[in-house]
């Protein structure tokens, strides 16, 4: 469905800063607040604590046996072949951890591990690691880490720093370059660190796998000047874009030789979730209206063909008729990206049927049956994902509702109820019974810490807009890395604004921000609200001679059509519900 010329799509630059101040404002909630995050600190450190004596330098720790496993050539190796005989780790955890540490203001370990890493750590090892995870977590982490360690805060004492983290990223981003080296400029899913692709690697990949790197290596084109990382970056989103169906759906897996697709079969959840999710935070970072334009057409794909009401079905990328009827842990993200574009009520919805199911089990687990409304037979594990807290953090910026701050405590009380244990947090095998799994994530410290520390206190984002990675690092919105600035911003909510010719546009966020929050009366006056999948009608009053003066439903992205009394409306969607059966 196509809109005419006349109409404007809305587009939200919601960064990460969304009038701050009033997070702070309600005495009833202040000490609470403070509460949580002093709980939450204590868990990081917990967690951090125990990875550096039972662990370092190796990459995660095993809190039941208060032992370690260098598990970075392990992730996303579920058959664990290839292994390396000879690797002894890249302490991974700590280079996940090091946002995580500036952010709750812990600048002396920061510093020591900034040392630490500059003087010992190499990637010149025989080690073949997937390349998705090891873009997030260690090159994301590096270019993320550089960034704090450079801005105008002054973290590190003089002369400590001397770019000795951006030298280990450029070092891994050319080891990288490899993986594209395919007919279609599409990456293999993995990588010899110090050889390269390996004979006969395998040419299956997901659509994350290639979809989700332009924010890590394009930041570290913009740092280097050098082009050739975002070059291929961005070579390999545009193929995978061309690849889409024409119903604007893509698949889950693909082979990289052919450009064929393996699984049709996908939804907003695994092998396809940070695909959506960098395609808006690219365009918030780097400015390019090519990524707004995809990000654009491919949620309202999503809307129409997956969502089900608050829930999200997998559909065929074809004919878009529904597949899987499941809720996945990581689809659990989704939430937190439609606060970011605008949709609240849809992000409020989806996020209250999470919840429903964490309370449930007491956390959430990896896959629960919709159509059976009970757990998927094997996968019933909770690795301490962060997604559900991201969510909520993201939910609570935006709407500053209380109820929020009640749903991070209960994930407070059930990491430390179910997961915590003497030597760190352990991942759960199993929800029903909640056997323990001797595995602490690196994400635990990069994402659902720093995630829930975030929700109880956000004074790191007062003076900097940020996008967070798919694996929870910061990097800052800087003008020289914009190729367009909006031409005008608020401050006080970082909301862009077209041209006085132009309609001045906010999102549906600013009916929650606006004016009960401290935004000036003149900056809210006279404002249309919108969301990003809504299409204005042409009419303010909704009045309509024919179908054509009507927009698109911003709740559910149907398109609305003219009554015979001449408003505009859902009535289509009306009369199929109330035909007799």
């Known amino acids: 469905m196509l809109p005419r010329k006349s109409v404007t799509w809305v587009l939200l630059f919601l960064l990460i800063f969304f009038n701050l101040s009033t997070s702070q404002s309600d005495p009833r909630w202040a000490a609470k607040k403070r509460r949580l995050r002093n709980k939450v600190r204590t868990m990081f450190y917990h967690a951090y604590d125990n990875y550096m004596i039972h662990a370092f330098p190796h990459d995660e720790l ?4 208060k032992s370690f496993t260098d598990s970075l050539s392990e992730l996303g190796n579920l058959k664990l072949e290839h292994l390396p005989q000879d690797y002894n780790g890249s302490a991974l955890t700590l280079i996940d951890s090091l946002s995580s540490l500036v952010i709750m203001g812990n600048n002396t370990e920061f510093e020591s591990a900034v040392v630490w890493l500059s003087e010992n750590l190499t ?3 025989d080690a073949r690691v997937n390349l998705f995870e090891c873009n997030i977590r260690v090159l994301g982490g590096l270019v993320s880490a550089h960034l704090l360690a450079t801005d105008s ?3 590190l004492g003089q002369g400590v720093y001397k770019n ?3 030298t280990l990223a450029e070092d891994l981003g050319k080891r990288f370059l490899p993986a594209f080296n395919t007919p279609t400029g599409l990456p293999y899913a993995w990588i010899n660190l110090k050889y390269g692709v390996v004979e006969n690697e395998t040419t299956e990949t997901s659509t994350s796998g290639c979809g989700s790197l332009i924010l890590e290596m394009g930041a570290l084109s913009r740092l280097t000047g050098d082009p050739k990382y975002e070059s291929a970056a961005l070579r390999s989103l545009r193929k995978l874009w061309s690849m889409r169906s024409s119903l604007n759906l893509l698949g889950t897996t693909l082979d990289v ?11 907003i959840g695994a092998g396809v979730d940070s695909f959506y999710e960098y ?3 690219a365009h918030i970072l780097f400015g390019k209206e090519e990524f707004w334009r995809m990000f654009h057409s491919a949620y309202i794909a999503v809307q129409k063909y997956f969502r089900h009401g608050p829930w999200y079905h997998e559909a065929d990328m074809r004919t878009g008729k529904a597949t899987y009827w499941q809720l996945t842990s990581l689809q659990a993200f989704w939430p937190g990206l439609q606060v970011l574009v605008g949709d609240i009520a849809a992000a409020n919805s989806s996020h209250r049927e999470f919840f429903y199911v964490w309370n449930k089990f007491g956390v959430l687990p ?4 919709l159509d059976h409304q009970m757990l998927h037979p094997t996968e019933k594990y909770y690795p301490l994902r962060p997604e559900f807290a991201e969510s909520t953090f993201y939910l609570y910026q935006a709407t500053k509702d209380p109820w929020y701050i009640e749903v991070g405590e209960s994930i407070v009380n059930s990491l430390n109820l179910y997961t915590k244990v003497e030597g760190g947090f352990a991942s759960i095998r199993d929800v029903t019974t909640m056997q323990l799994e001797d595995h602490q994530h690196s994400f635990f410290l990069a994402e659902t810490c720093k995630y ?3 929700l109880f206190d956000d004074s790191f984002l007062v003076e900097q807009n940020y996008v967070f990675t798919t694996e929870g690092h910061p990097l800052p919105v800087l003008s020289s890395w914009q190729d367009r600035l909006p031409d005008t911003y608020i401050h006080s909510n970082w909301t862009s604004l077209k041209t006085e010719k132009e309609a001045r546009q906010t999102s549906a966020m600013s009916k929650q921000v606006c004016p009960s929050t401290t935004l000036n009366s003149w900056e809210c006056a006279g404002q249309q609200i919108e969301s990003a999948c809504h299409i204005p009608d042409v009419h303010s009053d909704h009045r309509c001679l024919t179908d054509e003066e009507c927009g698109v439903d911003s709740t559910n992205c149907r398109r609305r059509s003219c009554s015979m009394a001449g408003y505009c409306g859902l009535w289509l969607a009306m009369a199929v519900h109330m035909t007799p059966s």
């Open 123 to 125: 990637f010149d090892v």
């Open 62 to 65: 095993k809190p039941l046996s």
């Open 257 to 267: 030789s052919t450009g064929d697709w393996i699984e049709y079969s996908s939804g």
């Open 164 to 166: 000795q983290l951006l």
């Open 279 to 281: 395609l808006y935070k």
């Open 153 to 155: 805060t002054d973290r």
């Open 366 to 369: 990896e896959r629960y049956l």
């Open 452 to 454: 829930l520390y975030l």
